[in-house]
């Protein structure tokens, strides 16, 4: 079965470092998001791609933040520098995209800022 | 901000029962709605979706939609202990490309 890949699963950094996260979406969807999930609360868009182009990164802190899917397939999502805020779940999720809107979560990533 | 609510929980179901969360909107024009569980630790897995306002079923899950009152509810019937977990609902963001709006999910917890 297909699957959403990310990586890495867990990542542990200072305050003031930057980090990156990768994910690979389930092949041929066309629509990729990043979310942020604090312990207790629902995940939160950090940003949504449809192919290569971002079409929502309302919610994104553009002045730490930043995420990238050059060729439409893979992204990556980096945090420079990152804050103890940031400490959180980085979830990645892709979906086949027009209207089909059934999206899937790849594992995720662990962040710890210290 | 157009908002998802869910009670927080948790929801204690004795093990065999009927376990019954709810979900409200405030996005008027929602037109299609997501359940997911997520195992603590691990990520949201999709489990249902509806579009049309009454009853789906799959397997267990039962997800009920009555947009006049603006709420989702999930049944989960026969309740297993590997149904403890957290449920988020989500809601699809009118005019939007496909963006989601999450509750912050209900704990369930059955006891056997």
């Known amino acids: 079965e297909a699957e959403v890949a990310q990586s890495p699963r867990y990542k542990i950094t200072e305050k003031s470092q930057a980090v990156a996260f990768w994910c690979d979406p389930i092949s041929g969807h066309a629509t990729l998001y990043w979310y942020r999930q604090i312990l207790g609360q629902g995940p939160e868009l950090l940003v949504q791609f449809q192919d290569e182009s971002v079409v929502d990164d309302s919610q994104l802190p553009k002045d730490r933040f930043s995420a990238e899917r050059l060729k439409g397939v893979d992204s990556t999502l980096k945090i420079q520098p990152a804050e103890l805020g940031d400490s959180a779940m980085y979830l990645c999720a892709s979906r086949v995209g027009g209207a089909q809107y059934e999206q899937y979560f790849g594992p995720g990533t662990r962040l710890t800022v210290t | 901000q157009k908002e998802v609510e869910q009670n927080s929980g948790p929801l204690s179901v004795p093990e065999g029962a009927i376990a019954s969360l709810n979900c409200t909107y405030s996005d008027r024009g929602s037109q299609s709605f997501f359940w997911y569980r997520q195992y603590s630790g691990k990520s949201p897995e999709l489990i249902m979706f509806?579009?049309?306002?009454g009853d789906k079923e799959d397997g267990r899950f039962t997800a009920q939609l009555n947009k006049a009152s603006q709420y989702v509810s999930l049944l989960i019937r026969d309740s297993q202990p590997s149904d403890s977990a957290t449920y988020l609902c989500a809601a699809l963001v009118t005019d939007s490309w496909g963006k989601f709006q999450f509750g912050a999910g209900t704990q369930v917890v059955v006891t056997p």
């Open positions: 509806i579009y049309s306002n």
